[in-house]
């Protein structure tokens, strides 16, 4: 792999990028053009200025817990990083998941580990791919239990399928990582001979990563943390609005919402998360315009804040 930095100009101004924001705002527009925005502003103005600040704190503290997440499975690995570091390096990713679909933030972060200390871009990879599969696991565990208690054996059936889908799909990549290992050798045997050391960084970034009793325990702490924390700053801005939602229907919100932050079509989910959080509130009886003032509030910190902040830390920084 090459120094080349995955996020630069040409990046941010393919067509890909522009046809995903085009796409982004299209939905937004349909959003609020079915919505009487009157109402939306008179919620809005009941705003609670200090508990929104308080949600915008929440959300910024989980970026911390994700980069020490990452540092305990570097650790693993022996590769040795500040947690300051590594939390800037996770939030710059998250800003370039913001402009850019398709998840390029992962590449670009181990692109940022590698410039500051030469880490192999693919060993870098695997312990995302880790950290990837413990917040899928965790995501479904959490939805399943809040959607239980909130729909009880009556489960929307579109939920329902997503989350068979979800755990099909967890089950076929865990399947996939043991025949990864059992099979080891025999697929180095195959491969060309210049993708032998990316494999290897890969494979064992990932098993030391797992095979790891302390790093396993820690890693599934803190993925559990940080998801109580983006639930935390959803509760909060519900609070603001003074909206009182049970703690169920709000981790069902986050993280249904979440499920689509992973879908490649628009950047971070935008547009298509606005629309899920009205739609999945809705179904919980909470007006469209309350419930549209909530989306906007809640994506001003989880989106909008993170592309203006990003952008800042990502002229100044001297890691990019």
């Known amino acids: ?67 020490l997440r990452w540092k305990k499975l570097l650790n693993t690995i022996q590769i040795r990083a500040s947690t300051s570091a590594l939390t800037e390096m996770v939030f710059l990713s998250w800003f370039a998941n913001s402009i850019v679909p398709a998840k390029i933030g992962d590449v670009y972060r181990s692109y940022l580990l590698k410039r500051y200390n030469s880490a192999p871009i693919s060993t870098s990879l695997g312990t995302i791919v880790v950290e990837r599969i413990f917040d899928i696991t965790v995501l479904l565990i959490l939805l399943s239990v809040s959607g239980a208690i909130l729909f009880k054996d009556k489960i929307p059936g579109q939920i329902l399928q997503s989350l068979e889908v979800g755990y099909i799909l967890l089950g076929l990549l865990i399947f996939g990582l043991v025949l990864l290992k059992v099979f080891k050798n025999n697929i180095m045997q195959i491969i060309p001979n210049k993708f032998v050391i990316i494999f290897e960084n890969l494979h064992k970034s990932v098993y030391d990563s797992f095979s790891n009793p302390n790093t396993f325990v820690n890693v599934s702490i803190l993925t559990v943390i940080s998801w109580f924390l983006e639930s935390g700053r959803f509760l909060l801005v519900t609070k603001a609005l003074g909206v009182d939602l049970s703690l169920p229907v709000i981790i069902f919100v986050v993280l249904a919402a979440s499920v689509l932050t992973a879908i490649p079509l628009t950047p971070a989910g935008l547009g298509a998360v606005e629309v899920s959080i009205v739609g999945i509130l809705a179904i919980m009886g909470i007006d469209t315009a309350v419930g549209t003032s909530i989306a906007l509030l809640d994506r001003l910190i989880s989106y909008w804040s993170v592309l203006v902040v990003g952008a800042v830390v990502y002229v100044i920084s001297d890691r990019t």
């Open 1 to 67: 792999m090459n120094n080349k930095t995955p996020l630069d100009f040409r990046t941010l101004l393919n067509k890909k990028t522009i046809f995903s924001f085009i796409v982004s705002f299209s939905i937004l527009y349909l959003l609020i053009k079915n919505v009487d925005f009157n109402d939306v502003i008179v919620v809005t103005k009941n705003l609670n200025l200090p508990i929104y600040i308080l949600a915008i704190v929440v959300h910024y503290s989980s970026f911390y817990i994700r980069g």
